[in-house]
Each structure stands twice: as C-alpha cells, then as structure tokens.
C-alpha cells in the first residue's frame, strides 16, 4: 500500500510529466549538492525544472499521463528536466549547462513530442533557432515577395498614369 507522501508525489510528477513539452533525462551521479544546487538555479532561470524521481515513480506516472516511452531515456539514477515551453530553449539550457559547467552532469536522453531522442539529437535540438527566431524568420519569408508584388502593382499603376497624364498633354490644345 502506497504511503500518502508517495501517492502526493506521484500526482505532482504525473501532472508535470502531463504537462510538459520536453522532458531531458540527465545522470547526475558524482555532483556535489553545491552543484546540483547551481543546476538548479540555471534551470529555474531558463523556465525549466530539474526533478530527482524514483525511477519506479517516473514509470507509473508517465504511464498514468499517458506517455509511458518517457521512461525509455532513464538510465539508472537521473533528474528529469521538465519544461512547458520551448524545447529548444530547454535543450540550450541543459546543453550549455553541460558545456560550461564541466561536472559530472550528462544527458541521457529526451522526449518530447511522443518521440524519443538520444543525447546527440538534444545536442543538435539545441543549436536550432528558438521558436521566435524561426516564426520571425518565417515572417520575413513571407513579407518579402508581398512587398515586392506591391511594389510591381504600385509601379504598374504609377507608370499608367504617368502614361495618361502626358497623352492628356499632348491633347491640350497649344495656347
């Protein structure tokens, strides 16, 4: 019988595993707390969350959440990144943690989306552009040939009338 502590528990992971966007696997074993605590910090600064789960807990809760593969990228003890945001964003963060910090952290794996991504593919996740980049990079796309297109119209009509006008000329009579 599961205790009221562990039932909580796992009614808060499987709403984060619900939630979330993206979700990183990463091996702390060999952090100092002192580290662990400055991942944490980074993390909570780049909107995301850093969970140390029981592996038991994480595989009821993500299949209660309906995401039973998110189990696929534990490898013994890990801390789950959750985040409800960007997941290149999430990716850059735990990435550039990896990089800078030079610890004992590693990625083991994400999900996100249904799809199971090993640690080179969050690597590579993370050196895409964030999601307002490409949505502006999208929109100038666009802007372009609608500008160029009203550009040919305004000159089509321009040129026109600059036509009618000097025919009008030539019609006046000469005073």
Do not use: C
């Not at 029981?54 to 995401?67: D, H, M, P, V, Y």
């Not at 964030?130 to 666009?142: H, N, P, T, V, Y």
């Not at 040939?145 to 000097?166: M, S």
């Amino acid at each position: 019988m599961p205790t009221a502590k562990k039932a909580e528990t796992l009614a808060e992971l499987e709403d984060k595993v619900s939630r979330s966007t993206i979700a990183i696997s990463t091996g702390y074993r060999g952090m100092k707390v002192s580290e662990m605590t400055g991942l944490r910090r980074r993390m909570r600064e780049a909107g995301v969350e850093v969970e140390v789960v029981k592996n038991t807990l994480l595989r009821i809760a993500s299949e209660r959440a309906g995401k039973a593969d998110l189990f696929k990228i534990v490898e013994g003890p890990s801390a789950i990144i959750f985040s409800y945001g960007d997941p290149a964003a999430a990716a850059k963060a735990v990435t550039e943690y990896v990089r800078t910090a030079r610890n004992a952290l590693i990625i083991q794996g994400a999900f996100l989306e249904g799809e199971v991504f090993q640690s080179a593919q969050v690597a590579e996740l993370a050196s895409l552009p964030s999601r307002e980049q490409l949505i502006a990079q999208f929109a100038g796309g666009m802007q372009s040939p609608i500008q160029t297109f009203a550009g040919l119209i305004t000159a089509t009509v321009r040129d026109f009338a600059g036509l009618i006008d000097a025919r009008a000329k030539q019609l006046e009579p000469a005073a």
